[in-house]
C-alpha cells in the first residue's frame, strides 16, 4: 500500500510538482496589518510580487503557525481513507511548525485511527531546500519503498541538502534579530551583502561577506562549485527568491554555463519565510556530500 507524503507551505513547491508527486500541504500563515493570509491554497495562486511590494511600502508583517483545524482536516481526510502518512516538517530550528504539527498529527493518530502508520521527520530544510528535499522523497516512495523505508532514508539524508542564501537588504535580519542594529546599518552603508547558510542542526548563520550584489550571488555560485555532489551537471537546483527573478535567472545561467546544470526549479520565496529576510533574497539548494 503506497502512503501520503505530507509537508508545509514553506517548502516553497511550485502547484505544478505537487502535483506531479501527489505531494500534500499544510498552509502557513501570515498577515498583513490584521488581514489574514495563507501562503498557499490548491487551486489558489497568491499574489506573491504584492506580498512583496507592501514588504517594500513597510507595512508590518506578521507569520503564525498553521491553523489546528487545517490541520485536523487534512489530516483526517488521509487516515479516513486508511493512508498512511510521512509528514515532512519545516525545519523546527527555524519554525515551531514540525513540533506544532507532528504533535498534534500524532495524538489524531493514536486516540482515533490506531491503524494508520505515521512518521514525522524534521526535514532541518526551509525554502525550496525543503521543498527539493521532498521532491527526493517523493522519488524514493516512486521507486516502491514502504513508508518505513522512505522515512529511514530521510532521516539518514537531512544533512544532503545544502541551504545558501544572501539578502539584499539587512534591515530584516536585523528586525528578525540576527543582526544587530548597528551592524545592518554599517552593512547597509558599506554595501555589504552577507553570505548565509543552514547548518547542521538547522539554524540560519552567517559565513561570509562581500560587497556589492553581484559579488553575493557569484559567491553562491562558488558555494555550489565547492560543495555540490557530482556530477555537478545532473543536479537539480533549486533557487527561491525574494521578487528578484532577474537575479535569480542570473543565478542559474551560471550554472548552465560553467558547469552544464539544466536541470532547475526557480521560485518565488513563500511569504512566510519571505518576511523575514525580505525582497532580494537569493536562496540556493543542492545536493551535497560534504558537511553541511
Given at each position: 500500500m503506497t502512503f501520503t507524503i505530507l509537508t508545509d507551505s514553506s517548502s516553497n513547491l511550485p502547484e505544478s510538482l505537487i502535483d506531479a508527486h501527489n505531494l500534500k500541504i499544510l498552509p502557513l500563515e501570515f498577515t498583513v496589518e490584521e488581514q489574514v493570509y495563507y501562503s498557499y491554497l490548491k487551486g489558489s495562486v497568491t499574489d506573491i510580487t504584492q506580498f512583496y511590494t507592501m514588504m517594500r511600502e513597510g507595512k508590518v508583517i506578521t507569520t503564525s503557525l498553521p491553523k489546528f483545524e487545517d490541520v485536523n482536516a487534512i489530516i483526517r481526510e488521509e487516515f479516513e481513507a486508511g493512508n498512511d502518512v510521512l509528514y515532512l516538517g519545516f525545519d523546527s530550528a527555524l519554525s515551531g511548525t514540525y513540533e506544532h504539527c507532528s504533535s498534534f498529527i500524532e495524538r489524531i493518530r493514536d486516540e482515533e485511527y490506531p491503524d494508520c502508520k505515521l512518521e514525522c521527520v524534521d526535514t532541518k530544510a526551509a525554502a525550496l531546500g525543503q521543498g527539493l528535499f521532498v521532491l527526493s522523497a517523493a522519488k524514493v516512495r516512486e521507486e516502491g519503498k514502504s513508508l518505513a523505508e522512505t522515512a529511514e532514508w530521510a532521516r539518514a539524508n537531512t544533512l544532503s541538502f545544502a541551504h545558501w542564501f544572501t539578502v539584499d537588504d539587512l534591515s530584516y535580519l536585523q528586525r528578525g534579530g540576527r543582526l544587530s542594529k548597528g551592524v545592518a546599518v554599517a552593512g547597509s552603508l558599506?554595501?555589504?551583502?552577507?553570505?548565509?547558510?543552514?547548518?547542521?542542526?538547522?539554524?540560519?548563520?552567517?559565513?561570509?561577506?562581500?560587497?556589492?550584489?553581484?559579488?553575493?550571488?557569484?559567491?553562491?555560485?562558488?558555494?555550489?562549485?565547492?560543495?555540490?555532489?557530482?556530477?555537478?551537471?545532473?543536479?537539480?537546483?533549486?533557487?527561491?527568491?525574494?521578487?528578484?527573478?532577474?537575479?535569480?535567472?542570473?543565478?542559474?545561467?551560471?550554472?548552465?554555463?560553467?558547469?552544464?546544470?539544466?536541470?532547475?526549479?526557480?521560485?518565488?520565496?513563500?511569504?512566510?519565510?519571505?518576511?523575514?529576510?525580505?525582497?532580494?533574497?537569493?536562496?540556493?539548494?543542492?545536493?551535497?556530500?560534504?558537511?553541511?
Open positions: 558599506l554595501n555589504i551583502k552577507p553570505i548565509l547558510h543552514v547548518d547542521e542542526i538547522g539554524r540560519l548563520v552567517p559565513m561570509d561577506k562581500v560587497r556589492g550584489r553581484r559579488k553575493s550571488l557569484q559567491m553562491l555560485v562558488e558555494k555550489f562549485a565547492q560543495g555540490a555532489s557530482e556530477p555537478k551537471s545532473k543536479q537539480l537546483v533549486c533557487i527561491s527568491h525574494g521578487d528578484c527573478l532577474e537575479d535569480a535567472e542570473f543565478v542559474a545561467a551560471q550554472f548552465s554555463e560553467r558547469f552544464g546544470v539544466s536541470d532547475f526549479v526557480i521560485n518565488c520565496l513563500d511569504p512566510v519565510i519571505g518576511a523575514h529576510v525580505g525582497p532580494g533574497t537569493i536562496a540556493l539548494f543542492f545536493v551535497t556530500d560534504k558537511e553541511r
